[in-house]
């Protein structure tokens, strides 16, 4: 148990012993127990959210960004009959007459 052999435990344990006391020791015993369970725990969530948010990211990366290309509708203007005008501004003819350039007020 964490490369610590036999000898070692019992001599932590001695020390330990005459530090706190007889009568501190059962106390100290349960804090520490209570404290390593609230250590799994919050590693355990940890682990979780970690879990969760690969398991995201995965997820995102196999879904496609667009649709197959059968599925979505073809780009640019629908194609027209002829017969109407085609949408935006009328294009300016050779015949318009430019407008005078404007002159500097002094």
Known sequence: MFGIGFQEMLIILVVVLIFFGPKRLPD????????????????????????????????????PDAPPPG????AGPPPSSG???????PP???????????TPKE
Do not use: C, H, N, Y
């Not at 209570?34 to 995201?56: H, L, N, W």
């Open 28 to 63: 100290l015993a349960k804090s520490l127990g209570k404290g390593i369970a609230e250590f799994k725990k919050a590693s355990d969530e940890v682990r979780k959210g970690i879990d969760e948010a690969v398991r995201e990211e995965e997820t995102d990366e196999t879904k």
């Open 71 to 74: 599925d979505e509708p073809p």
């Open 92 to 102: 300016s003819s050779a015949s318009d007459p430019a407008p005078p350039p404007s």
């Open 83 to 89: 017969d109407e005008p085609p949408a935006g501004p």
